[in-house]
């Protein structure tokens, strides 16, 4: 229900959303430039009789003294018959040029307030801002639930792509846009009539002044009484008219005063409702309150943003959505049920049911919630689910569990659960691991246990399938992969080889931008010549010629280094190892890019330990690189022979000399001292204890042998630290790359 | 331009007691260019020392905007049976609002002023915008405002 009511409001309203944030971007800094003109005296320093005296020996036919909440003073006028309006220094009544009220805020303001069109005009963005208060709530909602609760929203969200944009920006902007938005709704309400109006915060008009010979204006004791920074308005009797009034108007109530005796004749204090209506206009405007209008601005300038990330991610889930070829639950031979909140699993579920299909299986998909009681003729249920917030069902499986009590087992079918998650979540993949639980305390038999899918990772789907296919022994060649990468291309600038002597061939490949053809173009028109956006950590998807399976480097640059650059060891019989090692300067090869952020380290002057060896030194290096602000960082390594694979040996030194890199300790298994990387952490282990109690963060790059055994040799030094790498993962403080 | 016109025949019957002879008066107010929301405007006629008699049109429904109408607010009291009946739409900046209505004669050549008072939203407000007596030789004399009226006459 949250998801519709913010999709719909959404979808319909985005662009006169867009139109009513960048106004009031622009509108936002109003108040800024109406305060940075004015003069505010201090309170105390001017009340407004000596103010109104001021004015009236500058300007003998003035008829109206107005302060604004920035604090400008305007006066109005009649000079020779002819009106004039001028700002005015309160201290002193002298003008300080013409007051013009500039042609493009008002122009700007109406195209907020009323899209140019009036009355009919403010309606539609009234109904917007009403829009804008359901899509803030819903967003929340749906914020705290996928973050697993409203504390955890506080940490914030990893991921990439537009996703992670719009959660971001709406997580740090969503009470301001609230605010802005029930501001809006509550002033248009009430100008519209749907809330009552305070009503007239003004005494009627006196029947009886004194009538008597008026006194000059600086002597008269209710405007002594009214200190200058709580005007809001004076305006003058008549010239020649013995029964006006002077009409004072302040932020606590307004009067009208006897020129004659100085004294109020009417007065009344602004009403409760009046305050509130005050304080409202204030709040959505900013007017008085520049910092908030400041910060009104910069929340709205995310609108525009998460409208257009929020189109893309609907529009992405649609095409995901939707499966052809779907046979009935009842003539079924293969069932698959799917459980997704927003349809990302779908874009799997349907490439499963292709290939089941292909291999010759009758294959009905259905919604997890729609599980029938019986399937007579299966023989494969396979249940692909994500799992929704902390730990629950998603939507199209919250009744999924109910259903499946009545669910009659046949002899004969098997099932396999293939959960779909976030590791960087606490319960990942919790409600894949119930339902694999409950199918099976069901009485039905496994056919593949619980398996999970880490953020929608095309490889991890295949490998399942390919243990699919094998238990099955049908031809199954998943490939499904949400986001189709835009490729495109690069050049080779140079390569440095290193370890050919110690048989572990690894080379730094530096790659520029190669200026392509049109059809490699990314989707989103990326500019010919140019990198798209990368950081050291993230990963390149690099595919051989005439093979479609990708393989994936770590990148040892970002794309503000203008070069792309990766350290790579040729393997024995790797396919894309090989393919790059064959490449001479100038040729060129085609890429996708494919981002990494959580394996980088967190911001903050927190030591960093980097370890690593071989090739796995490559993203440490852009991180080493990229560490301008000089933090702590030290660098763990190990090779074979210093004489042959010492990888990135200039540059560590320069980094050492320019104390980006703060220590470097080296291992080289192939030489008289011997030893690997984990023995020169193991020596080190005083140090490394020490500052991982300091709050240091761990990252790991390298193979999968020697990550175990680092892990098991920092699990040693933390013992006596009561704590252990898995803990530390859990804090974020210990991350793998690891191949 | 296609000018914006209301054409009413209203016998001020409620402010000024009925006489044998009316007269049919058409009013003519332009507005000058002067950028912003429709103006408000109240057009009343006062005694020769200005002391408020009767309303006769109030342009702008809001009721509680016509505090910025100051003359007539003043003069008036702002009481809803002094304009009752009397009130239509705002006037767009640079149109002609037209009006016509019976006055009594005794009105005329008396010693009687029209006061037009003009405001516009978040601009200035303008007391007396226009002065003029209400007499025969006055008729068909085009005069300007000093706020946003252009150009105001009246005819018989």
């Known amino acids: 229900m949250w998801r519709k009511l ?3 409001p959404g979808l319909l309203a985005a662009p006169l959303l867009i139109v009513l944030a960048v106004t009031g971007v622009i509108l936002s800094l109003s108040p800024v430039l109406e305060r940075s003109n004015a003069v505010i005296p201090a309170d105390g320093q001017i009340n407004v009789a000596q103010l109104a005296q001021n004015v009236v020996t500058q300007y003998p036919g003035v008829e109206e003294i107005k302060r604004t909440p920035s604090g400008a003073v305007i006066v109005y006028y009649i000079r020779d018959g002819s009106p004039g309006a001028d700002l005015v220094n309160p201290e002193t009544g002298e003008s300080m040029g013409p007051y013009e009220p500039s042609v493009f805020f008002r122009w700007v303001q109406d195209l907020h307030r009323s899209f140019l ?3 009919a005009g403010r309606v539609l963005a009234g109904v917007l801002a009403a829009m804008m208060v359901l899509m803030c709530i819903s967003g929340a909602v749906m914020l705290a639930r996928r973050a697993g609760g409203w504390l955890p929203l506080l940490r914030g969200f990893k991921g990439s792509g537009d996703g992670r944009v719009h959660s971001e920006l709406a997580r740090f902007a969503v009470i301001v846009l609230l605010l802005s938005a029930l501001t809006g709704s509550y002033m248009s309400a009430m100008r519209f009539g749907l809330l009552p109006d305070p009503g007239n915060s003004e005494p009627s008009f006196p029947m009886e002044v004194s009538g008597g010979e008026s006194s000059p204006v600086g002597s008269l004791e209710a405007l002594k009484n009214t200190d200058f920074n709580n005007l809001q308005e004076l305006v003058f009797p008549f010239p020649g008219d013995p029964r006006d009034v002077f009409s004072l108007s302040t932020r606590q109530g307004a009067g009208f005063i006897d020129q004659a005796t100085g004294q109020f004749v009417e007065y009344k204090s602004a009403s409760t409702g009046n305050q509130l209506v005050d304080w409202i206009v204030r709040l959505h405007t900013g007017e008085g309150l520049w910092w908030l209008g ?7 300038l995310t609108v525009p943003v998460l409208s257009v990330t929020g189109v893309r991610i609907w529009w992405s889930r649609r095409v995901s959505s939707g499966i052809r070829g779907n046979v009935s639950a009842t003539d079924a031979d293969a069932v698959i049920l799917v459980g997704s909140e927003n349809n990302a699993t779908r874009g799997f579920a349907k490439d499963l049911h292709a290939q089941l299909s292909r291999a010759g299986r009758c294959v009905h998909s259905a919604d997890m919630n729609e599980l029938a009681e019986d399937y007579p003729k299966a023989s494969l249920l396979f249940v692909l689910t994500s799992t929704y917030g902390d730990g629950a069902a998603p939507a199209s499986a919250n009744r999924f569990m109910e259903r499946l009590r009545h669910f009659r087992k046949a002899g004969g079918l098997r099932f396999a659960v293939l959960g779909f998650g976030d590791r960087q979540f606490p319960r990942f993949c919790q409600f894949a691991k119930d339902v694999d639980v409950a199918l099976s305390s069901h009485g039905l038999e496994r056919l593949q246990s619980l398996a999970c899918v880490d953020r929608k990772s095309p490889d991890q789907f295949s490998q399942w399938g390919s243990r699919i296919a094998e238990v099955t022994g049908l031809n199954l060649r998943l490939s499904h992969n949400p986001a189709p990468p835009s490729l495109f291309e690069l050049e080779l600038v140079d390569r440095a080889d290193f370890g050919v002597k110690v048989k572990a061939p690894t080379s730094i490949f530096r790659f520029r931008p ?22 050291a950590g993230d990963l390149i998807g690099i595919c051989a010629p005439e093979n479609a399976k990708p393989r994936y480097y770590s990148l040892a640059s ?4 203008g070069l792309l650059e990766i350290c790579v060891r040729r393997l024995p019989g790797g396919l894309c190892s090989g393919f790059l090692h064959s490449l001479q300067p100038g040729e060129r090869i085609q890429g996708f890019i494919h981002p990494n952020p959580e394996f980088r380290p967190a911001p903050g002057s927190q030591p960093v330990i980097l370890i690593g060896a071989g090739a796995g030194i490559g993203p440490l290096a852009g991180f080493i690189r990229k560490n301008d602000a000089r933090h702590p960082m030290y660098l763990y390594w190990g090779g074979r022979n210093p004489e042959s694979d010492f990888l ?15 220590g470097l300790s080296t291992a080289f298994s192939r030489t008289q001292e011997g030893g690997y990387v984990q023995d020169k952490i193991n020596e080190d282990a005083p140090n490394v204890r020490r500052m991982i109690e300091m709050g240091a963060q761990i990252l790991v790059c390298g193979g999968s ?11 040693n030094i933390l013992e006596p630290l009561k704590t252990d790498v898995e803990k530390l993962k859990q804090e974020g403080r210990y991350l793998e790359d690891v191949y | 331009m296609k000018k914006y016109l209301v054409v009413l025949g209203l016998a001020m019957a409620l402010v000024f007691s009925a006489s044998a002879s009316a007269r049919e008066v058409t009013f003519s107010t332009q507005l000058t260019d002067y950028r912003g929301d429709g103006a408000y405007l109240a057009m009343y006629l006062t005694d020769s020392n200005g002391v408020y008699q009767g309303t006769l049109w109030i342009a702008g429904q809001k009721s509680k905007y016509y505090k910025h109408l100051r003359g007539w607010a003043r003069g008036s009291g702002m009481s809803r049976a002094e304009y009752d009946g009397l009130t239509g739409a705002s006037i767009t900046s640079g149109r002609t609002l037209k009006m016509t209505m019976n006055l009594d004669d005794s009105l005329i050549d008396n010693g009687y002023q029209i006061h037009v008072d003009t405001s516009v939203e978040d601009m200035r407000d303008n007391r007396s915008d226009v002065v003029v007596p209400l007499t025969t030789e006055g008729a068909g004399k085009p005069v300007s405002g000093r706020g946003y009226v252009k150009s105001f006459s009246y005819h018989f």
Request: net charge negative; charged share 30%.
């Open chain 1, 6 to 8: 913010h999709l719909y």
């Open chain 1, 514 to 535: 190669g200026v392509g053809k049109k059809s490699l173009v990314g989707r989103f028109g990326k500019k010919h010549g140019q990198l798209p956006e990368f950081e």
């Open chain 1, 117 to 119: 069109l009036d009355d």
């Open chain 1, 705 to 715: 042998n020697m990550a175990a055994e680092v892990r098991e040799v920092i699990n």
């Open chain 1, 294 to 300: 400041l910060l009104l601005g910069l929340a709205a």
């Open chain 1, 558 to 561: 970002s794309s503000a280094d």
């Open chain 1, 648 to 662: 990135y040996r200039p540059e560590l030194g320069s980094y050492l000399e320019d104390q980006r890199l703060t």
